[in-house]
């Protein structure tokens, strides 16, 4: 139980993590590619 625990807990986090990248790189593509 407590592996399986810890486990989801770091796939969660990594989940996290990688979402919050995807964001800041939409949010950067966004300030900084010039309106056409």
Not at 5 to 17: M, R, T
Not at 26 to 35: A, S, T
């Amino acid at each position: 139980m407590a592996v399986k625990g810890g486990k989801s807990f770091l796939h969660f986090y990594f989940l996290n993590k990688s979402l919050c990248s995807l964001t800041f790189t939409c949010l950067f593509f966004l300030e900084f590619i010039p309106y056409s």
